[in-house]
């Protein structure tokens, strides 16, 4: 992991984590424009209220996958070069996750 100017922290993905990440988000984009359609064109509620849980269980998915990666690579990383700190920004994550 890399620092930039401040406090912010940028990585480089690999291209397969890279093309996984943008597939979902491209998938999630695609039935979150789904949705705006059956609104326009007034589908029926319970309609509408599935596809978001859907889209929140793709979205969940997603965190998934780049919370596991967050971990075997940056916590990984930074524990081996002795930075135990990034603990405490794991155990932050994923109490903001699971609020």
């Known amino acids: 992991m890399e620092n930039n100017c401040c406090c912010h922290k940028t990585k480089h993905r690999s291209d397969e984590e890279y093309k996984a990440l943008i ?3 491209s998938r999630i984009e695609g039935q979150v424009r789904g ?4 609104v326009e064109t007034d589908a029926y509620c319970v309609d509408i209220l599935t596809q978001v849980s859907a889209i929140q269980a ?3 998915a997603f965190n998934r996958e780049l919370l596991a990666n967050h971990i ?3 916590v ?8 135990d700190e990034i603990v405490d920004e794991l155990v932050q ?3 903001k996750l699971m609020k």
């Open 35 to 38: 949705i705006r359609k059956m």
């Open 58 to 60: 793709a979205l969940n």
């Open 93 to 95: 994550t994923l109490q």
């Open 23 to 25: 597939n979902r988000l």
């Open 76 to 83: 990984m990383n930074d524990i081996k070069n002795g930075n």
């Open 72 to 74: 075997r690579t940056c």
